[in-house]
């Protein structure tokens, strides 16, 4: 089954504003979350991660959160732009393998 | 950044062809993977590898095979492709000290009629 869900798979938000992206995971083994973003006919990019020891980090407008406890982790992006628009996943690793278990995606568009 | 070209782009084929798609990755990473990408499913994964002559099951294998023939180059055989199998493929690699970041290439859309 699917190991990491992604929860609201289309989401629009207008200029400057604050979203959240949600990821909920099974295997409380997983100790790296990340997110990927990928544009239409694009390859994803890794856009931000975080390890297991800490529950924030933060790049510019991005932070990813973390909540062992909860087996969640979330993607906030403030000042949101049109170049935000894009598909956004998740994505879990377990660091005794190598497969970087992937959410569904989640169509995020920008409006101006 | 990781280069990691994909060959060919698009390939379009019939039930029961036989197809292969290539993976080439030139910055020395230990580790391939192929996914493919489909609505509703997000990225899931075929099979990868640890290195040449390696090969690892992924989630969704039926119907596919996998070989790494050197460290550079990771192939996905498809020898009786079925319509279901239609859909966004990707390849993607990552080094020994950062496996969990993937650099992908830029995919090949496969259509099987």
């Known amino acids: 089954g699917q190991q990491v869900k992604q929860s609201s798979p289309s989401l629009t938000v207008q200029e400057g504003g604050i979203l959240i992206l949600n990821c909920d995971y099974e295997?409380?083994?997983?100790?790296?979350f990340a997110w990927y973003k990928k544009y239409p006919d694009n390859s994803p990019t890794l856009l931000i991660s975080v390890r297991s020891n800490v529950d924030k980090r933060e790049d510019g407008r991005f932070t990813v959160f973390l909540n062992k406890s909860g087996k969640h982790f979330s993607l906030h992006i403030t000042a949101s732009q049109p170049e935000d628009t894009a598909v956004y996943l998740c994505a879990a690793y377990q660091g005794t393998g190598s497969k970087l278990s992937f959410g569904k995606g989640a169509k995020l568009t920008v409006s101006p | 950044e990781a280069a990691v070209t994909q060959s060919p782009r698009n390939k379009v084929t019939v039930t029961g062809g036989n197809v292969t798609l290539s993976c080439r990755q030139t910055?020395?990473?230990?580790?391939m993977y192929w996914y493919r990408q489909d609505t509703g499913h997000g990225l899931r994964l075929i099979h990868y590898?640890?290195?040449?002559?390696?090969?690892q099951i992924g989630d969704v294998p039926d119907g596919y095979k996998a070989t790494r023939t050197t460290q550079e180059d990771f192939f996905l055989l498809l020898e009786l492709a079925s319509p279901s199998q239609t859909s966004l493929y990707f390849c993607?690699?990552?080094?020994?000290?950062?496996?969990?970041?993937?650099?992908f290439g830029a995919g090949t859309r496969l259509s099987v009629l």
């Open positions: 295997n409380d083994m997983f100790d790296y």
């Open positions: 910055n020395s990473h230990n580790y």
């Open positions: 590898s640890y290195g040449a002559g390696n090969l």
């Open positions: 993607a690699s990552s080094d020994r000290c950062s496996q969990n970041t993937l650099y």
